[in-house]
């Protein structure tokens, strides 16, 4: 909606000032007493065309309001702004559109095909995945099926740390534990090192790899409950065993960009932005893990991405700069590397923090919660904060069936609207899509209209900026107003005509409703 208005502000604006060069034109939703939408054009033309932002606002405001099938009202205001608000009759026909694009609606092609490979997770094979990962696993999947659905080709990528000192421990603590000798110094002493060893006891030989299996395949069947799956897991030791690592130096050195020193190899990171260089071989032969790191980063690019997002942990945030210069520094454009960092999770029940795990007297597993609270109420809780906060998940709310539990709350609204279709069907009464909608005129019914309008703007404003939770948001706000709405509108009455057209309303809703839980991977429930 916000870029087909701006279109017709642009074609006004060149219309009453041809030969002036407009900026981008920005559409805003301001406060709901100012209007629908917002532009501040005419600030932005003030200094081109001399004039004052009022004058310029006042002119581009009047050759809208001959566009009545659109706007009901176009007003500048004393800042220079212009103000919107929508017809009746505009956002009385917008659900004919939702009705026939029905699982479509909100969907966009802003990608146009382009290849965007996600990399989330990618936890160490070494332990079980905890709440921190839960969320990045979240948080990853749902930004893929945003960008997916505004048009570009996106495939979901687990890194595989599977080499070097730490699985080195891990074996070796796995060990220990089936030969009842001393854990390693800094080895592993969880509950699952003995699970571990007891299934692999009468394992005599690549013991190393059966480690690894075993604790992927417990990673991945934690993931698949929270419902998400990866295209591809890609192994950190293929990039040795297919000499991708001393490519990559090879790389380096040709392009000048390394150098020795106290008998190591070093990367000339300073020269690209990070705070200082960066070692990529030891003194003793041995590559680092920033080493493999660039060689991984490379692999993905000569793979035909177009655009690499990685989703790290809290810990990572200084890495960023130095795998940007690497990026650059192999001869790829550092802008089409972005990185996320995934923010802190804390557990409670109600106000009490929750940090054990009452089977092991451990740390809480991801797995764990998923299996009290359930799939939905875990992915909705995990993307209900920004990408850039620290969630605070509080585990008994999540479980509650109450309107203050927000997963409940938004899964409640579609299956009202479900049982309310039920009853208009056993009633006889069909939803007729040549209902009467202009019969929609109630106030709650234009705030719900108005609302309905939005799924396209908030998918492609939550894709564009990383951010799931605006989506939350979104349904959270649908829920509230389609609850107002129920309250003050009786949808079935003996108004033939009048409960055809809320028919239409509701369902158009119920549409919207799911389409957002589709996108969140969160269950739309038909009954509660």
Known sequence: MKEYIGKLVLDSALKVFPNVLLPRIEISVPQERYGDFSTNVALLLASSLKKPPYEIANVIAK????????????????????NFTLSLIFLQNSVKEIILKDREYGKANIGNGEKVLIEFV?????????????????????????????????????????????????????????????LPENGYGGEYISELALQLKDETKDLRKKIIEAMLSNQKNVLEKLGVKFDRFF???????????????SKLEKNNVTFKEDGALWFKSQEFGDDKNRVLVRENGETTYFAADIAYHLDKFERGYDHLIDIWGADHHGYVARLKAAVKAIGYDPSNFEVIIGQLVSLFRGKEPVRMSKRTGEMITLEEVVDEVGRDATRFFMTMTSVNSHLAFDMELAKQAAPNNPVYYVQYAHARISSILREAKERGVSINENADISLLVHPSERKLLRKLLDLPDNIVSSAKKREPHLLVEYAKEVSAIFHNFYHN????????????????????????????????????????
Not at 156 to 167: A, K, P, S, T
Request: net charge negative; aromatic share 4%; proline share 3%.
């Open 63 to 82: 050759e809208l309001e001959a566009l009545a099938d659109i706007f009901k009202k176009v007003e500048a205001t004393k800042n220079g702004f212009v």
């Open 122 to 182: 990618s936890a160490n094979p070494t332990g079980p995945l905890h709440v921190g990962h839960g969320r990045w696993a979240v948080i990853g999947d749902d930004i893929a099926s945003l960008l997916s659905a505004i048009g570009y080709k996106v495939e979901r990528e687990f890194y595989v740390n599977d080499v070097g000192n730490q699985i080195d421990k891990l074996e070796q603590s796995v060990r220990s534990k089936i030969d009842g000798t001393p």
């Open 235 to 249: 192994s950190e030791e293929t990039l040795h065993k297919d000499e991708k690592l001393k490519d990559v130096i």
């Open 489 to 528: 509108c009786r949808v079935i009455s003996d108004d033939n005509d009048l409960t055809s057209a809320r028919l239409v309303l509701a369902n158009s809703c119920r549409i919207v409703i799911k389409n957002v839980l589709d996108l969140l991977k969160v269950s739309a429930p038909e009954r509660m």
